[in-house]
């Protein structure tokens, strides 16, 4: 089964722009929907971000709409989230994670990272 690891995590301040990376394990990734998932201090995980198998639809919470873009390369195994005008509120830790199809909470993953630590400062 895939397994997923995020990276590019860190401290940022507002208005500020971050990457995160999240590398699977395996040439199946092609066949799976990817999403991001986040878990802000005291709060349940929830959905930010998803990307189709092909990477031409994507899927966004709306807070993020026009700030956030998802991206993937198949040929690497790679699925990408980059945050730009990064808000307090979009502190959290982020994960990756893997499904058949769209999926809007994080128990229907069918895979997940162990999660990157984003902090924005105010």
């Known amino acids: 089964q895939v397994q997923l690891v995020e990276s590019g995590g860190g401290l940022v301040q507002t208005g500020g722009s971050l990457r995160l990376s999240c590398a699977a394990s395996?040439?199946?990734?092609?066949?799976?929907?990817m999403s991001w998932f986040r878990q802000a201090p005291g709060k349940e995980r929830e959905f930010v971000a998803a990307?189709?198998?092909?990477?031409?639809?994507?899927y966004y919470k709306e807070s993020v709409k026009g700030r956030f873009t998802i991206s993937r390369d198949n040929a690497k195994n790679t699925v990408y989230l980059q945050m730009r005008s990064l808000k307090p509120e979009d502190t959290a830790v982020y994960y990756c994670?893997?499904?058949?199809?769209?999926?809007?909470?994080?128990?229907?993953?069918?895979?997940w990272g162990q999660g990157t630590l984003v902090t924005v400062s105010s």
């Open positions: 990307i189709s198998r092909g990477g031409t639809s994507t």
């Open positions: 994670g893997a499904s058949k199809d769209v999926v809007s909470r994080f128990q229907y993953l069918e895979r």
């Open positions: 395996e040439r199946t990734f092609s066949n799976y929907t």
